[in-house]
């Protein structure tokens, strides 16, 4: 034991926070490292974007507004529903982490613990970013054409990176609740396909049944989809803009504190 | 912090139970400053409950228990920096490297970047890592994994030190290489709580050793404190021939304790290896009685274990 040990003795607050860097950098590497979920967040979309433009393209044309492209259309749809699912990973990563023991560790040392927590979600907004560009370019080469101005763009890239963000904590809330990461598939499944397919992704809503219609119109996803797709074709975006937003924050508030209670309480027992 | 008596470990009165399972019912231990303990006990008995509450993991029902001074519910961030928590329940991340995974533990532990790094290739060296330092932990062997965990609460160089099982499911080699390490690190002056289920390990390892099953202690000392428990040594002969058998169960009367008269044995207690070994050899010469070979049985904590705990032994070695 020769080595002489040096303590950091910064105030509690930027420790807590620097935890939580460390923890990003940790999941991070595991995105990374992971090369088989990496080819994942890369091929999926692709295939996802090509597959439903050819598929759906020619029989929704005609309900799409005059002058829209399919294509363009489906782009923020996709993009979103991309992410919706792409958020699961969050909770696949704190399940296993919960199992594995390495919380354990953690809890052992005299960190603060969510920080293994906003690891997760923070390293997630690394992986939808990949994807997101992944499917941008791919838009680009089969035909994928946009109004938007650079201003549009950082708009579109906030919105989006908002929405991944609370997106990711509430489904933290569902990793720390499962038991397995089989349960956490299936549970995240069953709330992000119908809200992902109930939504503005695919279709225009008004060829939807009246209760499906309103509850499309009126849930979250459709506010970010529509306001992506306002600023990305130059359309009024008229108030799914900070209803996005809105949403976006409600998520975050909800999720936060319960993903932080549950975490505390199961790994303690 | 002050640490009056030197007592790095203090329990008493810990209960823990889930619903209508009681799993400690009342303990009470302490532990030297400098000193191993032994938490001997079969699968079951509470012993990974009661290392995860004294390392703050758990919160026990009823009990004081104090590490190094401070208690675990009120100074738990305190306790969390002078222990090192190691086995069963703690685990190393395996998609970074070892030597990631000890960078990372030490910046944790609030370890300056430079002495996390020292200490980390110091650590990698003494565990024998250096090369695979930089591979990802999920290529290690059983061995090396557990090696590394240990490595990794190691990183601040706590002065209290738990292990949980540490060397469960090793095979032979490792764990002596196991042993090698505890020893060391029991030379450098840490506390050091063991929990196992192997009676070698807590023979060979610790100071004093405490046996609990159903959630309570049910004997305690030291290794040789708990074989005189059970018993003395233990003289075995092998004669020629049952003839030979009988007649020296005449000669040496009461103090034979068992005899097979297929294999031709004889066993009796001893008090005193010196002499009464001598006795018996010269007893036995002087009335021709041949002896085809002869053993001396110390009681092992095999033994104690089995007395105290009425379960089988092949229960145990199941493991």
């Given amino acids: 034991m020769s080595v002489n040990l040096e303590f950091d003795t910064k105030p509690k607050a930027i420790q807590s926070i620097n935890d939580s860097w460390i923890m990003i950098k940790r999941s991070s590497t595991h995105i990374l490292r992971n090369t088989d979920q990496l080819l994942g967040a890369f091929f999926q979309p692709i295939m996802f974007l090509v597959l439903f433009a050819a598929v759906f393209g020619g029989a929704i ?34 399940c296993n982490d919960l199992q594995k023991g390495i919380v354990d560790r953690f809890r052992s040392l005299p960190m603060n613990n969510i920080a293994v927590l906003n690891g997760h979600v923070v390293s997630d907004l690394l992986r939808n970013t990949i994807s997101t560009v992944v499917m941008l370019m791919t838009g680009l080469v089969i035909g994928f054409r946009s109004n938007a101005t650079v201003i549009d763009w950082l708009f579109i890239a906030g919105i989006l990176l908002l929405f991944t963000f609370a997106f990711s904590w509430l489904m933290a809330i569902m990793g720390v609740f499962s038991k397995s990461v089989e349960a956490v598939q299936w549970m995240t499944f069953i709330i992000i396909f119908p809200l992902t397919f109930a939504s503005t992704a695919f279709v225009p809503s008004d ?10 119109e009126n849930q979250p996803i459709t506010q970010v989809i529509n306001a992506v ?41 | 912090m002050v640490n009056k008596s030197n007592i790095a470990i203090k329990v008493s009165g810990l209960k823990k139970s889930y619903g209508k399972n009681k ?52 100074q738990a961030d305190c306790v969390r920096r002078v222990i090192g928590l190691t086995g069963q329940s703690a685990a190393v991340d395996e998609l970074l490297t070892g030597r990631e995974n ?22 990698l060296k003494d565990f ?15 061995g090396m994994r557990r090696r590394l965990d240990l490595a990794v609460s190691l990183i601040a160089i706590p002065p209290i030190i738990f292990l949980d099982e540490p060397t469960t499911g090793l095979d032979p080699r490792s764990r002596l290489a196991m042993w090698d390490i505890i020893e060391k690190l029991m030379a450098s002056g840490t506390t050091i709580l063991l929990t196992t289920q192997y009676l070698e390990e807590a023979d060979k390892l610790a100071d004093q050793i405490i046996v609990i099953d159903g959630g309570k202690i049910i004997a305690e000392g030291t290794a040789s404190q708990l074989k005189s428990k059970v018993g003395k040594d233990r003289l075995e002969l092998t004669l020629k021939d049952s003839q030979a058998v009988a007649s020296a169960k005449k000669i040496l009367g009461k103090a034979i304790i068992g005899s097979d008269d297929e294999e031709n044995t004889v066993s009796l207690t001893i008090n005193d290896i010196n002499k009464d070994v001598k006795n018996v050899l010269e007893a036995l010469s002087k009335a021709n009685i041949t002896i085809v070979s002869m053993e001396v049985h110390k009681p092992t904590l095999d033994d104690v274990f089995l007395s105290l705990t009425g379960k089988q032994k092949n229960k145990k070695e199941e493991a």
């Fill in chain 1, 229 to 269: 797709r306002a600023l990305m074709l130059d359309t009024p975006i008229g108030n799914y803009g900070w209803l996005s937003v809105a949403w976006s924050l409600g998520i975050l508030a909800v999720s936060v504190p319960i993903a932080a209670y549950l975490f505390k309480r199961k790994a303690s027992n």
């Fill in chain 1, 207 to 216: 060829s939807m049944p009246y209760y499906l219609q309103i509850f499309a």
């Fill in chain 2, 102 to 123: 000890l960078v990372m533990m030490g910046r944790l532990y609030r370890l300056t970047k430079k002495s996390a790094k020292l200490r980390a290739d110091e650590l």
């Fill in chain 2, 128 to 142: 024998d890592l250096t090369d695979a330092a930089d591979r990802p932990s999920k290529t290690y062997s059983g």
């Fill in chain 1, 61 to 94: 044309k005609g309900s799409l507004p005059p002058g829209i492209n399919y294509l363009d259309f489906l782009m923020a749809g996709i993009i979103v529903q991309t992410v919706a699912f792409g958020s699961t990973t969050t909770a696949v990563a704190i």
């Fill in chain 2, 23 to 74: 799993v400690l019912t009342g303990i009470d231990f302490e532990v030297k400053q400098g000193t191993m303990l032994a938490l001997l006990g079969p699968n079951g008995a509470g012993k990974t409950t009661a290392v995860r509450i004294l390392s703050t993991l758990l919160k026990p029902d009823e009990g004081d228990i104090s590490i190094a001074g401070y208690d675990v519910l009120t």
